[in-house]
Protein backbone atom coordinates (compact mmCIF):
# COMPACT_ATOMS: atom_id res chain seq x y z
CA UNK A 1 0.00 0.00 0.00
CA UNK A 2 1.38 3.25 -0.48
CA UNK A 3 1.18 5.93 1.98
CA UNK A 4 -1.71 8.27 2.51
CA UNK A 5 -2.17 11.68 0.52
CA UNK A 6 -4.00 14.42 0.71
CA UNK A 7 -7.38 14.51 -1.84
CA UNK A 8 -7.49 16.54 -4.33
CA UNK A 9 -10.56 18.15 -5.86
CA UNK A 10 -9.11 17.61 -9.50
CA UNK A 11 -7.26 15.43 -11.81
CA UNK A 12 -3.96 16.23 -12.00
CA UNK A 13 -3.01 18.42 -14.45
CA UNK A 14 0.51 19.98 -14.85
CA UNK A 15 -0.08 22.39 -17.92
CA UNK A 16 -0.18 25.95 -16.82
CA UNK A 17 -3.42 26.54 -18.05
CA UNK A 18 -5.13 24.35 -15.28
CA UNK A 19 -4.10 26.84 -13.02
CA UNK A 20 -6.16 29.70 -14.35
CA UNK A 21 -9.06 31.17 -12.30
CA UNK A 22 -12.59 30.72 -14.64
CA UNK A 23 -13.99 33.44 -16.50
CA UNK A 24 -17.43 34.58 -15.78
CA UNK A 25 -19.97 35.01 -18.76
CA UNK A 26 -19.61 38.43 -20.03
CA UNK A 27 -23.86 38.16 -20.32
CA UNK A 28 -23.83 37.35 -16.62
CA UNK A 29 -22.56 40.92 -15.82
CA UNK A 30 -24.65 43.51 -15.10
CA UNK A 31 -22.76 46.22 -16.96
CA UNK A 32 -23.04 48.93 -19.32
CA UNK A 33 -22.48 48.85 -22.86
CA UNK A 34 -18.87 48.02 -24.05
CA UNK A 35 -17.25 51.22 -24.61
CA UNK A 36 -18.63 53.16 -22.01
CA UNK A 37 -17.78 54.07 -18.39
CA UNK A 38 -20.08 55.28 -15.49
CA UNK A 39 -19.52 58.93 -14.36
CA UNK A 40 -19.16 60.38 -10.92
CA UNK A 41 -17.80 58.09 -8.24
CA UNK A 42 -17.94 55.10 -10.57
CA UNK A 43 -15.69 57.23 -13.04
CA UNK A 44 -12.75 57.45 -10.15
CA UNK A 45 -12.88 53.42 -9.26
CA UNK A 46 -13.32 52.77 -13.13
CA UNK A 47 -10.16 54.94 -13.94
CA UNK A 48 -8.28 52.68 -11.32
CA UNK A 49 -9.71 49.48 -12.58
CA UNK A 50 -9.82 50.33 -16.37
CA UNK A 51 -12.92 50.98 -18.32
CA UNK A 52 -16.12 48.41 -18.61
CA UNK A 53 -15.16 45.78 -21.59
CA UNK A 54 -11.41 45.71 -20.92
CA UNK A 55 -10.89 42.33 -19.60
CA UNK A 56 -9.56 42.38 -16.35
CA UNK A 57 -5.47 42.15 -15.90
CA UNK A 58 -4.12 38.89 -15.13
CA UNK A 59 -1.63 38.96 -12.26
CA UNK A 60 1.90 38.58 -13.62
CA UNK A 61 3.28 35.25 -12.85
CA UNK A 62 6.63 34.40 -10.90
CA UNK A 63 9.67 35.94 -13.58
CA UNK A 64 11.91 33.36 -14.91
CA UNK A 65 14.77 34.40 -12.19
CA UNK A 66 12.11 33.92 -9.59
CA UNK A 67 10.99 30.46 -11.13
CA UNK A 68 14.71 29.28 -10.88
CA UNK A 69 15.18 30.84 -6.74
CA UNK A 70 12.43 28.80 -6.40
CA UNK A 71 13.67 25.36 -8.27
CA UNK A 72 17.40 25.64 -6.59
CA UNK A 73 16.01 26.28 -3.15
CA UNK A 74 14.06 22.97 -3.17
CA UNK A 75 17.00 21.26 -4.40
CA UNK A 76 19.30 19.42 -1.58
CA UNK A 77 22.14 21.25 -0.43
CA UNK A 78 24.52 18.21 -1.49
CA UNK A 79 23.48 18.82 -5.12
CA UNK A 80 26.34 20.17 -7.12
CA UNK A 81 25.78 23.33 -9.71
CA UNK A 82 21.84 24.04 -7.80
CA UNK A 83 21.79 26.90 -10.26
CA UNK A 84 22.41 25.20 -13.41
CA UNK A 85 20.20 22.83 -12.73
CA UNK A 86 17.39 25.02 -11.40
CA UNK A 87 17.81 27.08 -15.18
CA UNK A 88 17.38 23.70 -16.92
CA UNK A 89 14.27 22.88 -15.06
CA UNK A 90 12.86 26.11 -15.38
CA UNK A 91 13.94 26.66 -19.34
CA UNK A 92 11.77 23.19 -19.92
CA UNK A 93 9.04 24.19 -18.11
CA UNK A 94 8.88 27.64 -20.14
CA UNK A 95 9.27 25.88 -23.11
CA UNK A 96 6.56 23.43 -22.90
CA UNK A 97 3.80 25.69 -20.69
CA UNK A 98 4.43 23.90 -17.82
CA UNK A 99 3.12 25.77 -14.63
CA UNK A 100 6.40 25.84 -12.29
CA UNK A 101 3.89 25.23 -9.10
CA UNK A 102 5.53 23.23 -6.26
CA UNK A 103 3.46 19.88 -7.15
CA UNK A 104 5.52 19.98 -10.55
CA UNK A 105 8.70 20.99 -9.35
CA UNK A 106 8.95 18.46 -6.35
CA UNK A 107 7.57 15.93 -9.32
CA UNK A 108 10.55 16.45 -11.73
CA UNK A 109 13.35 16.84 -8.74
CA UNK A 110 12.32 13.33 -7.26
CA UNK A 111 12.52 11.78 -10.09
CA UNK A 112 15.89 13.21 -11.06
CA UNK A 113 16.89 12.70 -7.49
CA UNK A 114 15.79 8.64 -7.93
CA UNK A 115 17.02 8.20 -11.04
CA UNK A 116 20.87 9.98 -10.87
CA UNK A 117 21.45 11.92 -8.35
CA UNK A 118 21.59 14.76 -9.64
CA UNK A 119 24.34 13.85 -12.24
CA UNK A 120 24.07 14.82 -15.36
CA UNK A 121 25.70 11.40 -17.01
CA UNK A 122 25.39 8.91 -13.90
CA UNK A 123 28.06 5.97 -14.24
CA UNK A 124 27.03 2.14 -14.24
CA UNK A 125 28.09 -0.16 -11.78
CA UNK A 126 29.76 -3.22 -13.65
CA UNK A 127 29.15 -1.22 -17.39
CA UNK A 128 31.90 -2.83 -19.28
CA UNK A 129 31.38 -6.36 -18.22
CA UNK A 130 27.28 -6.26 -19.51
CA UNK A 131 28.44 -4.51 -22.50
CA UNK A 132 30.33 -7.07 -23.47
CA UNK A 133 28.15 -9.79 -22.66
CA UNK A 134 25.46 -8.26 -24.52
CA UNK A 135 27.79 -8.52 -27.56
CA UNK A 136 28.77 -12.20 -27.00
CA UNK A 137 25.17 -13.00 -26.78
CA UNK A 138 24.12 -11.36 -29.71
CA UNK A 139 26.95 -13.03 -31.37
CA UNK A 140 25.89 -16.32 -29.95
CA UNK A 141 22.41 -16.40 -31.35
CA UNK A 142 23.96 -14.83 -35.01
CA UNK A 143 26.29 -18.12 -34.66
CA UNK A 144 28.88 -15.49 -35.20
CA UNK A 145 32.20 -17.14 -33.53
CA UNK A 146 34.47 -15.89 -30.44
CA UNK A 147 37.29 -14.94 -32.80
CA UNK A 148 35.75 -13.02 -35.08
CA UNK A 149 33.88 -10.91 -32.28
CA UNK A 150 37.50 -10.84 -31.04
CA UNK A 151 38.97 -9.47 -34.19
CA UNK A 152 36.75 -6.89 -34.64
CA UNK A 153 36.78 -5.94 -31.54
CA UNK A 154 40.64 -4.66 -31.84
CA UNK A 155 39.96 -2.69 -34.60
CA UNK A 156 41.34 1.01 -34.00
CA UNK A 157 38.02 3.26 -33.45
CA UNK A 158 37.75 6.75 -34.35
CA UNK A 159 39.46 8.40 -30.78
CA UNK A 160 42.22 6.13 -31.80
CA UNK A 161 41.98 3.49 -29.09
CA UNK A 162 40.72 0.07 -29.93
CA UNK A 163 36.55 -0.57 -30.02
CA UNK A 164 38.17 -3.55 -27.30
CA UNK A 165 39.99 -0.71 -24.82
CA UNK A 166 36.82 1.55 -25.37
CA UNK A 167 34.85 -1.15 -24.26
CA UNK A 168 36.50 -1.95 -21.53
CA UNK A 169 36.81 1.57 -20.04
CA UNK A 170 33.38 2.70 -20.28
CA UNK A 171 31.41 3.92 -17.18
CA UNK A 172 28.54 5.42 -18.93
CA UNK A 173 25.54 5.22 -21.08
CA UNK A 174 26.76 8.20 -23.09
CA UNK A 175 30.20 6.30 -23.51
CA UNK A 176 28.62 3.08 -24.30
CA UNK A 177 26.02 4.52 -26.79
CA UNK A 178 28.81 6.68 -28.58
CA UNK A 179 31.04 3.63 -29.03
CA UNK A 180 28.00 1.55 -30.10
CA UNK A 181 27.53 4.10 -32.82
CA UNK A 182 30.71 3.91 -33.97
CA UNK A 183 30.80 0.43 -34.09
CA UNK A 184 27.41 0.12 -36.24
CA UNK A 185 28.90 3.12 -38.61
CA UNK A 186 32.24 1.67 -39.59
CA UNK A 187 32.99 -2.05 -38.55
CA UNK A 188 30.58 -4.66 -40.60
CA UNK A 189 30.15 -6.86 -37.79
CA UNK A 190 28.47 -4.21 -35.89
CA UNK A 191 26.17 -3.56 -38.80
CA UNK A 192 25.45 -7.47 -38.25
CA UNK A 193 25.19 -7.80 -34.67
CA UNK A 194 23.03 -4.36 -33.97
CA UNK A 195 21.66 -3.61 -37.21
CA UNK A 196 20.87 0.12 -37.17
CA UNK A 197 19.56 0.12 -33.51
CA UNK A 198 22.05 1.48 -30.57
CA UNK A 199 21.39 -1.04 -27.78
CA UNK A 200 21.51 1.81 -25.29
CA UNK A 201 17.65 3.17 -25.26
CA UNK A 202 17.49 5.46 -22.11
CA UNK A 203 20.07 7.93 -20.73
CA UNK A 204 20.88 10.77 -19.36
CA UNK A 205 19.64 12.64 -15.69
CA UNK A 206 16.23 11.33 -15.83
CA UNK A 207 17.11 8.07 -17.29
CA UNK A 208 14.47 8.95 -20.15
CA UNK A 209 13.84 6.78 -23.48
CA UNK A 210 15.52 8.10 -26.25
CA UNK A 211 13.05 6.99 -28.97
CA UNK A 212 10.43 8.78 -26.81
CA UNK A 213 12.81 11.93 -27.08
CA UNK A 214 13.24 11.63 -30.42
CA UNK A 215 9.43 11.48 -31.31
CA UNK A 216 8.91 14.40 -28.86
CA UNK A 217 11.63 16.78 -30.22
CA UNK A 218 9.48 19.10 -31.94
CA UNK A 219 9.91 22.47 -30.09
CA UNK A 220 13.06 21.48 -27.95
CA UNK A 221 14.31 25.21 -27.38
CA UNK A 222 18.22 24.26 -28.14
CA UNK A 223 20.36 23.73 -31.31
CA UNK A 224 21.07 20.18 -31.99
CA UNK A 225 24.43 19.62 -32.42
CA UNK A 226 24.64 16.52 -33.51
CA UNK A 227 21.16 14.20 -32.57
CA UNK A 228 18.37 14.25 -30.12
CA UNK A 229 20.08 11.13 -28.91
CA UNK A 230 23.40 13.14 -27.70
CA UNK A 231 20.84 15.70 -26.57
CA UNK A 232 19.46 12.87 -24.07
CA UNK A 233 22.67 12.65 -22.07
CA UNK A 234 23.00 16.27 -21.77
CA UNK A 235 21.91 17.43 -18.71
CA UNK A 236 19.76 20.21 -20.58
CA UNK A 237 18.23 17.59 -23.14
CA UNK A 238 18.09 15.34 -20.39
CA UNK A 239 15.72 17.31 -18.52
CA UNK A 240 14.08 18.77 -20.86
CA UNK A 241 12.40 15.37 -22.25
CA UNK A 242 12.54 13.68 -19.33
CA UNK A 243 10.04 16.50 -18.06
CA UNK A 244 8.03 15.69 -21.24
CA UNK A 245 7.36 12.52 -20.41
CA UNK A 246 6.93 12.84 -16.86
CA UNK A 247 4.51 16.25 -17.06
CA UNK A 248 3.62 16.19 -20.72
CA UNK A 249 0.41 14.75 -20.46
CA UNK A 250 -2.73 15.50 -18.20
CA UNK A 251 -4.32 12.41 -16.37
CA UNK A 252 -7.28 11.56 -14.37
CA UNK A 253 -5.36 10.68 -11.36
CA UNK A 254 -6.08 12.74 -8.25
CA UNK A 255 -2.33 11.35 -6.45
CA UNK A 256 1.09 12.37 -8.16
CA UNK A 257 2.36 8.52 -6.74
CA UNK A 258 0.47 7.50 -9.95
CA UNK A 259 1.94 9.74 -12.36
CA UNK A 260 5.43 8.43 -11.29
CA UNK A 261 4.56 4.64 -12.00
CA UNK A 262 3.47 5.84 -15.17
CA UNK A 263 6.96 7.30 -15.87
CA UNK A 264 8.48 3.79 -15.18
CA UNK A 265 5.19 1.69 -16.80
CA UNK A 266 4.18 3.80 -19.70
CA UNK A 267 1.33 6.58 -19.57
CA UNK A 268 -1.71 5.49 -18.10
CA UNK A 269 -0.19 2.27 -16.96
CA UNK A 270 -2.00 3.20 -13.88
CA UNK A 271 -5.22 3.85 -15.40
CA UNK A 272 -5.05 0.59 -17.67
CA UNK A 273 -3.65 -1.53 -14.54
CA UNK A 274 -7.35 -0.62 -13.06
CA UNK A 275 -9.43 -1.07 -15.31
CA UNK A 276 -7.95 -4.16 -15.62
CA UNK A 277 -8.41 -4.97 -11.97
CA UNK A 278 -12.47 -4.10 -12.62
CA UNK A 279 -12.30 -6.50 -15.63
CA UNK A 280 -11.38 -8.99 -13.73
CA UNK A 281 -13.58 -8.26 -11.20
CA UNK A 282 -16.64 -7.91 -13.81
CA UNK A 283 -15.68 -11.58 -15.40
CA UNK A 284 -13.89 -13.38 -12.83
CA UNK A 285 -11.20 -14.18 -15.06
CA UNK A 286 -7.85 -13.59 -13.28
CA UNK A 287 -5.70 -11.05 -15.45
CA UNK A 288 -1.86 -9.32 -14.55
CA UNK A 289 -2.44 -5.77 -13.79
CA UNK A 290 0.13 -4.64 -15.94
CA UNK A 291 -1.58 -2.17 -17.75
CA UNK A 292 -1.34 -3.36 -21.54
CA UNK A 293 -4.50 -3.78 -22.85
CA UNK A 294 -3.89 -4.65 -25.96
CA UNK A 295 -0.96 -6.65 -27.54
CA UNK A 296 0.80 -4.38 -30.26
CA UNK A 297 -0.25 -5.20 -33.61
CA UNK A 298 -2.20 -7.99 -32.65
CA UNK A 299 -4.93 -9.02 -35.49
CA UNK A 300 -8.28 -8.55 -34.39
CA UNK A 301 -9.04 -12.81 -34.48
CA UNK A 302 -5.94 -13.06 -31.62
CA UNK A 303 -6.27 -10.77 -29.01
CA UNK A 304 -4.67 -11.08 -25.61
CA UNK A 305 -5.49 -12.02 -22.02
CA UNK A 306 -7.38 -8.48 -21.76
CA UNK A 307 -8.90 -8.24 -24.06
CA UNK A 308 -10.44 -11.70 -24.40
CA UNK A 309 -11.70 -11.11 -21.22
CA UNK A 310 -13.15 -7.75 -22.32
CA UNK A 311 -15.01 -9.85 -24.83
CA UNK A 312 -16.64 -12.25 -22.44
CA UNK A 313 -18.53 -9.62 -21.41
CA UNK A 314 -19.39 -8.36 -24.64
CA UNK A 315 -23.41 -9.50 -23.82
CA UNK A 316 -23.81 -7.34 -20.72
CA UNK A 317 -21.55 -4.67 -21.89
CA UNK A 318 -23.91 -4.73 -25.25
CA UNK A 319 -20.82 -4.54 -27.47
CA UNK A 320 -19.40 -6.30 -30.29
CA UNK A 321 -15.39 -7.69 -30.39
CA UNK A 322 -14.80 -4.82 -33.24
CA UNK A 323 -16.60 -2.82 -30.36
CA UNK A 324 -14.22 -3.92 -27.92
CA UNK A 325 -11.18 -3.01 -29.66
CA UNK A 326 -12.03 0.09 -30.94
CA UNK A 327 -12.49 1.15 -27.90
CA UNK A 328 -9.15 -0.51 -26.04
CA UNK A 329 -7.03 1.47 -29.19
CA UNK A 330 -8.27 4.46 -27.05
CA UNK A 331 -6.17 3.07 -23.88
CA UNK A 332 -2.88 5.29 -24.65
CA UNK A 333 -5.25 8.68 -24.14
CA UNK A 334 -6.96 10.30 -21.31
CA UNK A 335 -10.28 10.15 -22.89
CA UNK A 336 -10.61 6.31 -22.26
CA UNK A 337 -11.28 6.81 -18.76
CA UNK A 338 -14.42 8.76 -20.20
CA UNK A 339 -14.85 5.80 -22.74
CA UNK A 340 -18.49 3.73 -23.01
CA UNK A 341 -16.46 0.60 -22.81
CA UNK A 342 -14.88 2.17 -19.67
CA UNK A 343 -18.12 3.32 -17.82
CA UNK A 344 -19.58 -0.11 -17.97
CA UNK A 345 -16.97 -2.33 -17.26
CA UNK A 346 -16.71 -0.50 -14.16
CA UNK A 347 -20.35 -0.43 -13.32
CA UNK A 348 -20.50 -4.56 -13.88
CA UNK A 349 -17.49 -4.97 -11.86
CA UNK A 350 -19.18 -2.53 -9.27
CA UNK A 351 -22.76 -4.56 -8.84
CA UNK A 352 -20.35 -7.48 -8.67
CA UNK A 353 -17.67 -6.51 -6.21
CA UNK A 354 -20.40 -4.42 -4.26
CA UNK A 355 -18.02 -1.33 -3.51
CA UNK A 356 -16.68 1.27 -5.71
CA UNK A 357 -13.27 -0.13 -6.97
CA UNK A 358 -10.09 2.19 -7.63
CA UNK A 359 -9.79 4.07 -10.91
CA UNK A 360 -5.88 3.71 -10.54
CA UNK A 361 -3.77 1.25 -9.44
CA UNK A 362 0.36 1.23 -9.30
CA UNK A 363 0.27 -1.50 -12.04
CA UNK A 364 2.37 -5.32 -10.37
CA UNK A 365 5.25 -5.02 -13.05
CA UNK A 366 8.61 -6.79 -11.69
CA UNK A 367 11.81 -4.28 -13.05
CA UNK A 368 14.06 -6.10 -15.65
CA UNK A 369 17.29 -4.79 -17.08
CA UNK A 370 21.23 -5.79 -17.10
CA UNK A 371 21.45 -3.09 -15.32
CA UNK A 372 19.17 -4.32 -12.30
CA UNK A 373 20.86 -6.22 -10.12
CA UNK A 374 18.03 -6.96 -7.71
CA UNK A 375 14.21 -7.42 -7.92
CA UNK A 376 12.67 -4.31 -8.20
CA UNK A 377 8.79 -3.66 -9.49
CA UNK A 378 7.38 -0.85 -10.67
CA UNK A 379 5.62 -0.41 -7.19
CA UNK A 380 9.15 0.14 -5.26
CA UNK A 381 9.47 2.75 -7.87
CA UNK A 382 6.68 4.48 -7.63
CA UNK A 383 7.05 4.58 -3.93
CA UNK A 384 10.54 5.65 -3.80
CA UNK A 385 9.95 8.29 -5.50
CA UNK A 386 6.24 9.87 -4.23
CA UNK A 387 8.50 9.44 -0.64
CA UNK A 388 10.91 11.99 -2.16
CA UNK A 389 8.32 13.81 -3.69
CA UNK A 390 6.92 14.39 0.11
CA UNK A 391 10.01 15.58 0.76
CA UNK A 392 10.66 17.91 -1.31
CA UNK A 393 7.23 19.69 -0.46
CA UNK A 394 8.35 20.44 3.41
CA UNK A 395 12.15 21.39 1.66
Known amino acids: MTPSEPAHTAPDTPGSHSDAPALVPFASRSLPPRGHCWGGLSLIVLTLAGCVGQAPKQPPGPSPAEVRAEIARRIPAAAKDRDGWAADIQIAFQAQGIAPNPENICAVLAVLEQESGYTADP ?11 EIEDRA ?24 EERLSAVRTERELSELYEDL ?28 FAQSNARGYPYPVTDSVRDEVFTRRGGMYFGIAHLLGYQTPYTRKVHRFADYNAGRYASRNAAFQNAVSQASGIPLALDGDL ?16 VRSLASPLGMNVRQIRRELERSNRLDFSDSELHTRVFALAEAAAGKPLPRALIPGIRLDSPKITRELTT ?9 RYRHCLTR
Open 123 to 133: SVPNLAKIARK
Open 140 to 163: AALYIPKFAVAAALKVRSTDGRSY
Open 184 to 211: IARVPLGQRLFGKRNPVQTGGPMQVSIA
Open 294 to 309: LVPGAALDQPGLTETA
Open 379 to 387: EWFANRVDG
